[in-house]
Protein backbone atom coordinates (compact mmCIF):
# COMPACT_ATOMS: atom_id res chain seq x y z
CA UNK A 1 0.00 0.00 0.00
CA UNK A 2 1.28 3.22 -1.01
CA UNK A 3 1.70 5.87 1.57
CA UNK A 4 2.87 9.23 1.52
CA UNK A 5 4.05 11.36 4.37
CA UNK A 6 4.22 15.53 4.36
CA UNK A 7 7.13 17.45 6.69
CA UNK A 8 8.31 20.52 6.68
CA UNK A 9 5.03 23.12 7.79
CA UNK A 10 5.50 25.36 10.67
CA UNK A 11 4.70 28.80 11.56
CA UNK A 12 6.43 31.87 9.82
CA UNK A 13 6.24 35.45 9.47
CA UNK A 14 4.86 37.09 6.97
CA UNK A 15 7.56 37.74 4.25
CA UNK A 16 8.93 34.12 5.45
CA UNK A 17 9.61 30.97 3.39
CA UNK A 18 8.54 27.61 4.33
CA UNK A 19 9.36 24.14 2.02
CA UNK A 20 7.11 21.10 2.61
CA UNK A 21 8.10 17.79 1.42
CA UNK A 22 6.52 14.62 0.11
CA UNK A 23 8.12 11.02 0.66
CA UNK A 24 6.09 8.20 -1.39
CA UNK A 25 6.66 4.57 -0.27
CA UNK A 26 6.66 3.41 -3.41
CA UNK A 27 9.54 1.49 -5.94
CA UNK A 28 7.81 3.54 -8.83
CA UNK A 29 7.44 6.90 -8.12
CA UNK A 30 8.27 8.10 -11.52
CA UNK A 31 5.08 6.47 -12.42
CA UNK A 32 3.37 8.94 -10.36
CA UNK A 33 1.97 12.79 -10.65
CA UNK A 34 1.89 14.93 -7.69
CA UNK A 35 -0.34 17.68 -6.23
CA UNK A 36 -0.16 20.07 -3.68
CA UNK A 37 -3.64 20.91 -2.46
CA UNK A 38 -4.31 22.71 0.88
CA UNK A 39 -7.70 23.22 3.28
CA UNK A 40 -7.92 26.43 5.86
CA UNK A 41 -10.28 26.59 8.44
CA UNK A 42 -13.84 26.23 7.49
CA UNK A 43 -13.08 26.48 3.63
CA UNK A 44 -12.89 23.77 0.83
CA UNK A 45 -9.78 22.06 -0.27
CA UNK A 46 -7.89 23.81 -3.16
CA UNK A 47 -5.51 23.11 -5.56
CA UNK A 48 -2.20 24.45 -5.08
CA UNK A 49 0.39 22.86 -7.73
CA UNK A 50 1.07 19.74 -9.29
CA UNK A 51 3.90 18.20 -11.08
CA UNK A 52 4.16 15.65 -14.30
CA UNK A 53 5.97 12.46 -13.74
CA UNK A 54 8.29 13.24 -15.92
CA UNK A 55 8.69 16.63 -13.76
CA UNK A 56 8.70 19.02 -16.48
CA UNK A 57 5.34 20.63 -16.22
CA UNK A 58 3.76 22.35 -13.73
CA UNK A 59 0.45 24.08 -12.53
CA UNK A 60 -0.03 26.54 -10.18
CA UNK A 61 -2.92 28.44 -8.01
CA UNK A 62 -2.98 31.91 -9.48
CA UNK A 63 -2.83 32.68 -5.73
CA UNK A 64 0.72 31.28 -5.56
CA UNK A 65 2.15 31.72 -9.01
CA UNK A 66 5.47 33.34 -9.24
CA UNK A 67 5.99 32.99 -4.49
CA UNK A 68 5.51 28.67 -4.29
CA UNK A 69 7.56 26.12 -6.33
CA UNK A 70 6.89 22.44 -7.19
CA UNK A 71 9.60 20.15 -7.62
CA UNK A 72 10.53 16.37 -7.47
CA UNK A 73 13.27 14.09 -6.82
CA UNK A 74 12.74 10.52 -8.52
CA UNK A 75 16.38 9.49 -6.30
CA UNK A 76 14.70 10.42 -3.23
CA UNK A 77 10.52 9.37 -3.91
CA UNK A 78 9.92 12.86 -2.69
CA UNK A 79 7.92 15.84 -4.08
CA UNK A 80 8.47 19.26 -2.60
CA UNK A 81 6.69 22.35 -2.63
CA UNK A 82 8.61 25.86 -2.02
CA UNK A 83 6.77 28.55 -0.73
CA UNK A 84 8.68 32.16 -0.46
CA UNK A 85 7.11 35.38 0.23
CA UNK A 86 4.13 33.97 2.88
CA UNK A 87 1.17 35.38 3.06
CA UNK A 88 -0.96 35.29 5.90
CA UNK A 89 -3.93 33.42 3.73
CA UNK A 90 -1.39 31.25 3.06
CA UNK A 91 -2.11 29.30 6.63
CA UNK A 92 -3.52 25.99 5.58
CA UNK A 93 -2.99 22.01 5.97
CA UNK A 94 -1.05 21.24 3.27
CA UNK A 95 -1.68 17.95 1.46
CA UNK A 96 -0.10 16.34 -0.95
CA UNK A 97 -1.45 13.78 -3.06
CA UNK A 98 -0.60 11.15 -5.79
CA UNK A 99 -1.98 9.61 -9.03
CA UNK A 100 -1.11 7.16 -11.69
CA UNK A 101 -3.80 8.77 -14.36
CA UNK A 102 -2.47 9.64 -17.25
CA UNK A 103 -4.13 12.66 -18.56
CA UNK A 104 -3.01 16.04 -20.33
CA UNK A 105 -1.13 18.39 -17.61
CA UNK A 106 -3.67 20.86 -17.10
CA UNK A 107 -6.03 17.52 -15.53
CA UNK A 108 -4.10 17.61 -12.78
CA UNK A 109 -5.44 20.72 -10.62
CA UNK A 110 -8.75 18.45 -9.69
CA UNK A 111 -8.67 16.93 -6.58
CA UNK A 112 -10.40 14.00 -7.88
CA UNK A 113 -7.58 13.37 -10.20
CA UNK A 114 -5.54 11.65 -7.05
CA UNK A 115 -6.45 8.66 -4.88
CA UNK A 116 -3.96 8.88 -2.80
CA UNK A 117 -3.08 11.27 0.07
CA UNK A 118 -0.93 12.26 2.62
CA UNK A 119 -1.87 13.60 6.06
CA UNK A 120 -1.27 16.83 5.70
CA UNK A 121 1.04 19.69 7.50
CA UNK A 122 0.05 22.84 8.98
CA UNK A 123 1.79 25.95 7.94
CA UNK A 124 0.84 29.05 9.90
CA UNK A 125 2.11 32.61 8.41
CA UNK A 126 1.68 35.40 11.11
CA UNK A 127 0.96 38.53 9.74
Known amino acids: QVQLVESGGGSVRAGGSLRVSCAVSTLSFRNYAMGWFRQAPDKEREFVASISRNGMNMNYADSVKGRFTVSRDDAKNSAYLQMNNLKPEDTAVYFC????????????????????WGQGTQVTVSS
Open 97 to 116: AATTSRRASSAYVASTMYDM
